[in-house]
């Protein structure tokens, strides 16, 4: 995988205080039992998932990552995809700096390619369909900072896919889940930096 237009691995991350960008998790035993009987998170005992019902900010055990009951919906799974955590590393960007709605396009492409095409999911083909990008305005910095868009003139070359735009308050529903290796980007304090990479579109050489 090309790692080109990564950006300066000299320039320091920006850090950002946890009780300025975080809320509270409101992410209770109903909320994590449900997602347990609808089959998309697995047991305490086998997952070794965590509630973080009440605290101010998160606090992971190091073997700890930070997830939103949102993303299991939108197709996350653990062990994370290596798909996934290979574009984590490619950004630089941790896992909770993504929406819902990039977990849910990431989801899709990978099942596209596994289940569709046959392949496993082609790294540059995503570069040439979808662009990340930096969310404006107000908010936090750290959670939901960076989100995937398709590029002009793509949105009739792949699949329509219906976003969820009625996700208010998904940013309070986390909590903990047990890492395994190789582990994924999940500092809970990082602040994205526009990188080239999230922006530069693969060559046609790239795409052989």
Same mark, same amino acid.
């Given at each position: 995988?090309? #790692?080109?237009?990564?950006?300066?691995? #000299?320039?320091?991350?920006?850090?950002?205080?946890?009780?300025?960008?975080?809320?509270?998790? /409101?992410?209770?035993?109903?909320?994590?039992?449900?997602?347990?009987?609808?089959?998309?998170l697995?047991?305490?005992?086998?997952?070794?998932? &965590?509630?973080?019902?009440?605290?101010?900010?998160?606090?992971?055990?190091?073997?700890?990552a930070?997830?939103?009951?949102?993303?299991?919906?939108?197709?996350?799974?653990?062990?994370?995809?290596?798909? /996934?955590?290979? *574009? *984590?590393?490619?950004?630089?960007?941790? /896992?909770?700096?993504?929406?819902?709605?990039?977990?849910?396009?990431?989801?899709?492409?990978?099942?596209?390619?596994?289940?569709?095409?046959?392949? *496993?999911?082609?790294?540059?083909?995503? &570069?040439?369909?979808?662009? *990340? #990008?930096? #969310?404006?305005?107000?908010?936090?910095?750290?959670?939901?900072?960076?989100y995937?868009?398709?590029?002009?003139?793509?949105?009739?070359?792949?699949?329509?896919?219906? /976003?969820?735009?009625s996700?208010?308050?998904?940013?309070?529903?986390?909590?903990?889940?047990?890492?395994?290796?190789?582990?994924?980007?999940?500092?809970?304090?990082?602040?994205?930096?526009?990188?080239?990479?999230?922006?530069?579109?693969?060559?046609?050489?790239?795409?052989?």
């Amino acid at each position: 995988m090309s #790692k080109r237009g990564v950006g300066n691995p #000299k320039k320091a991350a920006v850090r950002a205080s946890r009780d300025n960008e975080w809320v509270s998790s /409101l992410m209770g035993e109903a909320e994590i039992n449900r997602m347990v009987e609808e089959g998309i998170l697995l047991d305490r005992v086998t997952a070794e998932w &965590r509630l973080a019902n009440g605290e101010p900010f998160p606090m992971p055990h190091t073997d700890e990552a930070v997830v939103f009951e949102d993303y299991f919906w939108c197709g996350l799974g653990f062990p994370i995809h290596p798909f /996934l955590r290979d *574009l *984590l590393e490619f950004w630089r960007v941790s /896992l909770c700096n993504l929406h819902p709605n990039t977990i849910l396009h990431i989801s899709i492409f990978i099942h596209f390619c596994e289940a569709y095409l046959r392949v *496993l999911p082609h790294f540059n083909l995503f &570069r040439h369909l979808f662009w *990340l #990008k930096k #969310k404006g305005g107000g908010g936090s910095r750290v959670v939901d900072s960076v989100y995937l868009q398709l590029y002009d003139g793509m949105v009739g070359e792949y699949i329509t896919v219906p /976003l969820n735009t009625s996700l208010k308050g998904w940013n309070v529903m986390w909590f903990y889940m047990k890492q395994s290796h190789p582990a994924i980007r999940y500092d809970v304090d990082h602040v994205p930096e526009n990188q080239r990479s999230w922006s530069e579109k693969p060559s046609s050489a790239d795409m052989e």
